[in-house]
Protein backbone atom coordinates (compact mmCIF):
# COMPACT_ATOMS: atom_id res chain seq x y z
CA UNK A 1 0.00 0.00 0.00
CA UNK A 2 1.44 3.53 -1.01
CA UNK A 3 0.81 6.53 1.68
CA UNK A 4 -0.30 9.48 0.33
CA UNK A 5 2.08 12.61 1.05
CA UNK A 6 -0.14 14.90 3.09
CA UNK A 7 -0.84 18.21 1.29
CA UNK A 8 0.53 21.60 3.19
CA UNK A 9 -2.38 23.93 3.35
CA UNK A 10 -2.05 27.19 1.87
CA UNK A 11 -1.80 30.45 3.59
CA UNK A 12 -5.21 31.35 3.19
CA UNK A 13 -6.60 28.04 4.39
CA UNK A 14 -9.06 28.39 7.28
CA UNK A 15 -7.99 25.51 9.32
CA UNK A 16 -4.30 27.17 9.00
CA UNK A 17 -5.21 30.84 10.30
CA UNK A 18 -7.44 28.90 13.30
CA UNK A 19 -4.08 26.70 13.91
CA UNK A 20 -1.51 30.17 13.72
CA UNK A 21 -4.12 31.96 16.21
CA UNK A 22 -4.46 29.24 18.22
CA UNK A 23 -1.01 29.07 18.70
CA UNK A 24 -0.37 32.67 19.62
CA UNK A 25 -3.56 32.93 21.85
CA UNK A 26 -2.41 29.99 24.27
CA UNK A 27 1.32 30.75 24.18
CA UNK A 28 0.43 34.77 25.01
CA UNK A 29 -2.19 33.34 27.92
CA UNK A 30 0.03 31.71 29.90
CA UNK A 31 2.77 34.47 29.64
CA UNK A 32 0.31 37.35 30.43
CA UNK A 33 0.35 39.34 33.22
CA UNK A 34 -1.64 38.19 35.21
CA UNK A 35 -1.98 34.84 33.67
CA UNK A 36 -5.29 33.93 31.75
CA UNK A 37 -4.73 29.85 32.43
CA UNK A 38 -2.35 28.62 34.64
CA UNK A 39 -0.26 25.60 32.36
CA UNK A 40 2.85 26.21 31.49
CA UNK A 41 3.04 23.86 28.44
CA UNK A 42 4.16 26.66 25.55
CA UNK A 43 7.19 27.31 27.82
CA UNK A 44 10.84 25.85 26.82
CA UNK A 45 10.17 23.74 30.37
CA UNK A 46 6.70 22.45 29.35
CA UNK A 47 8.31 21.66 25.67
CA UNK A 48 11.00 19.82 27.54
CA UNK A 49 8.87 17.65 29.43
CA UNK A 50 6.34 17.04 26.35
CA UNK A 51 9.47 15.74 24.39
CA UNK A 52 10.69 12.77 26.72
CA UNK A 53 6.91 12.10 26.87
CA UNK A 54 5.72 12.44 23.07
CA UNK A 55 9.16 12.92 20.85
CA UNK A 56 7.29 13.41 17.57
CA UNK A 57 4.37 15.71 18.48
CA UNK A 58 5.46 17.18 21.79
CA UNK A 59 4.59 20.67 20.11
CA UNK A 60 1.13 19.25 19.15
CA UNK A 61 0.70 17.65 22.35
CA UNK A 62 1.56 21.24 23.86
CA UNK A 63 -1.03 23.17 21.65
CA UNK A 64 -4.17 20.41 22.68
CA UNK A 65 -3.34 20.25 26.25
CA UNK A 66 -3.02 24.52 26.69
CA UNK A 67 -5.98 24.48 24.34
CA UNK A 68 -7.85 22.37 27.14
CA UNK A 69 -7.56 24.78 30.03
CA UNK A 70 -7.76 28.12 27.26
CA UNK A 71 -11.32 26.42 26.28
CA UNK A 72 -12.50 25.93 30.56
CA UNK A 73 -11.76 29.83 30.65
CA UNK A 74 -14.06 30.35 27.36
CA UNK A 75 -16.18 27.97 28.89
CA UNK A 76 -16.67 29.74 31.77
CA UNK A 77 -16.82 33.14 30.71
CA UNK A 78 -19.32 32.63 27.21
CA UNK A 79 -20.91 29.84 28.21
CA UNK A 80 -20.92 26.50 26.57
CA UNK A 81 -24.18 25.94 24.84
CA UNK A 82 -24.93 26.06 21.11
CA UNK A 83 -21.65 28.51 21.03
CA UNK A 84 -18.25 28.45 19.32
CA UNK A 85 -15.27 29.95 20.17
CA UNK A 86 -11.23 29.61 19.12
CA UNK A 87 -11.15 26.34 21.60
CA UNK A 88 -14.49 25.18 20.87
CA UNK A 89 -15.01 25.15 17.11
CA UNK A 90 -17.40 22.73 14.73
CA UNK A 91 -16.20 19.21 15.06
CA UNK A 92 -15.07 18.92 11.45
CA UNK A 93 -13.02 21.76 11.76
CA UNK A 94 -10.88 20.71 14.71
CA UNK A 95 -10.45 17.37 12.94
CA UNK A 96 -9.00 19.04 10.08
CA UNK A 97 -6.63 21.48 12.56
CA UNK A 98 -5.93 18.39 14.20
CA UNK A 99 -4.86 16.64 11.15
CA UNK A 100 -2.58 19.72 10.19
CA UNK A 101 -1.00 20.08 13.28
CA UNK A 102 0.00 16.27 13.29
CA UNK A 103 1.61 16.35 9.67
CA UNK A 104 3.82 18.43 7.74
CA UNK A 105 2.21 21.40 8.71
CA UNK A 106 2.50 21.05 12.13
CA UNK A 107 5.97 20.42 12.27
CA UNK A 108 6.63 23.47 10.37
CA UNK A 109 4.33 25.73 12.42
CA UNK A 110 6.60 23.88 15.43
CA UNK A 111 9.94 25.18 14.05
CA UNK A 112 8.48 28.61 13.20
CA UNK A 113 6.75 28.93 16.83
CA UNK A 114 8.94 27.46 19.44
CA UNK A 115 11.70 29.91 19.19
CA UNK A 116 8.59 32.68 19.62
CA UNK A 117 7.55 30.86 23.31
CA UNK A 118 7.93 33.07 26.03
CA UNK A 119 8.79 35.87 23.90
CA UNK A 120 5.65 38.34 24.92
CA UNK A 121 6.82 41.28 22.41
CA UNK A 122 7.12 38.70 19.66
CA UNK A 123 4.04 36.70 20.08
CA UNK A 124 2.34 40.03 20.11
CA UNK A 125 3.52 41.33 16.89
CA UNK A 126 2.56 37.95 15.33
CA UNK A 127 -0.83 38.14 16.49
CA UNK A 128 -1.23 42.11 15.51
CA UNK A 129 -0.52 40.41 11.87
CA UNK A 130 -3.28 38.63 12.26
CA UNK A 131 -5.78 40.96 13.57
CA UNK A 132 -8.52 43.11 12.36
CA UNK A 133 -9.47 46.42 13.85
CA UNK A 134 -11.73 45.31 17.26
CA UNK A 135 -14.68 48.29 18.66
CA UNK A 136 -13.06 50.07 21.21
CA UNK A 137 -16.27 49.35 23.58
CA UNK A 138 -15.71 45.90 23.54
CA UNK A 139 -14.78 44.19 26.67
CA UNK A 140 -16.27 40.27 28.19
CA UNK A 141 -17.58 38.21 25.65
CA UNK A 142 -18.32 39.27 22.05
CA UNK A 143 -20.69 37.97 19.62
CA UNK A 144 -18.67 38.33 16.38
CA UNK A 145 -21.32 36.08 13.95
CA UNK A 146 -22.80 32.52 13.22
CA UNK A 147 -21.38 29.29 12.87
CA UNK A 148 -21.75 29.54 9.11
CA UNK A 149 -19.69 32.65 9.80
CA UNK A 150 -16.59 30.33 11.01
CA UNK A 151 -15.94 29.05 7.45
CA UNK A 152 -14.33 32.82 6.24
CA UNK A 153 -10.99 33.80 7.31
CA UNK A 154 -11.84 37.67 8.43
CA UNK A 155 -13.76 36.12 11.28
CA UNK A 156 -10.70 35.07 12.74
CA UNK A 157 -8.90 38.50 11.88
CA UNK A 158 -11.66 39.45 13.86
CA UNK A 159 -10.82 37.26 16.98
CA UNK A 160 -6.87 37.82 16.35
CA UNK A 161 -8.02 41.89 16.89
CA UNK A 162 -10.13 41.06 19.75
CA UNK A 163 -7.02 39.18 21.55
CA UNK A 164 -4.45 41.70 20.46
CA UNK A 165 -6.62 44.62 22.57
CA UNK A 166 -7.00 41.75 25.37
CA UNK A 167 -3.19 41.15 26.08
CA UNK A 168 -2.46 44.68 25.16
CA UNK A 169 -5.24 46.22 27.09
CA UNK A 170 -5.56 43.76 30.15
CA UNK A 171 -9.07 43.56 29.97
CA UNK A 172 -10.18 40.08 28.87
CA UNK A 173 -11.98 39.78 25.59
CA UNK A 174 -13.53 36.13 24.91
CA UNK A 175 -14.72 36.24 21.20
CA UNK A 176 -17.84 33.95 20.00
CA UNK A 177 -19.83 32.88 17.29
CA UNK A 178 -23.86 31.47 18.00
CA UNK A 179 -24.58 27.87 16.27
CA UNK A 180 -27.63 28.01 14.02
Not at 3 to 26: A, C, D, G
Request: with cysteine.
Amino acid sequence: MRMQQQEIPKKNNVPSHILHLRVIVTALGEVSQPPWWRTQYLSETGMRFLERLYPRTAFAAAVRATGVAACAIHDGSIGHGRLYHLFRLPIALEREMQTFLLGEYGTGLAQEMRPLLGNVEELITRLHALAAEVPKETIGPWRIGKGTDLNRPEVYRRMAGAYLRAFQGGDKIFPYAEAE
